[in-house]
């Protein structure tokens, strides 16, 4: 089965809708490539899937641990390049509002550095993972 549909919209404007739920995401070009930056740009969709990805695989392993990691965060800063026009970085903080001992912040730290999004990034991304703990 399909995963999505996107639809151009006109004016560098597109809807995915996940065909299994029926979410929509909306993107919108950035204002230095012409758009209008009112919505994610698909670049800005990338690297904001590896912070989510990144949340989702800690909270599968917090969760086998037994242990609640809701309100955790992740800032996500994006940097492009030219010659092409591409994702060069992605500076990705994540900030645990929690105290854990080491062996529990290396076990999710671990989980958060394999999720297939990283994996799945070309390996000339920079990827920068800072993780604050309480």
């Given at each position: 089965?399909?995963?999505?549909e ?8 597109t809807?995915a809708?996940h ?6 995401i ?8 012409n ?7 698909p ?15 800690m ?7 037994n ?43 671990k ?15 920079e ?8």
């Amino acid at each position: 089965m399909a995963t999505s549909e996107v639809t151009y919209k006109g004016e560098l404007r597109t809807v995915a809708v996940h065909l299994k739920s029926g979410n929509e995401i909306i993107t919108d070009a950035p204002t230095d490539n012409n758009g209008k930056g009112e919505a994610f740009s698909p670049t800005d969709t990338v690297a904001t899937a590896l912070a989510s990805c990144m949340l989702t695989i800690m909270g599968i392993k917090a969760a086998e641990k037994n242990i609640k990691i809701e309100g955790t965060t992740a800032v996500v800063t994006k940097t492009m390049g030219v010659n092409p026009r591409r994702i060069t970085k992605i500076d990705v903080i994540v900030t645990l509002p929690f105290a854990f001992d080491n062996v529990t912040k290396k076990t999710l730290e671990k989980a958060a550095l394999t999720c297939p999004v990283y994996y799945s990034l070309h390996e000339d991304i920079e990827k920068n993972i800072v993780f604050n703990w309480k």
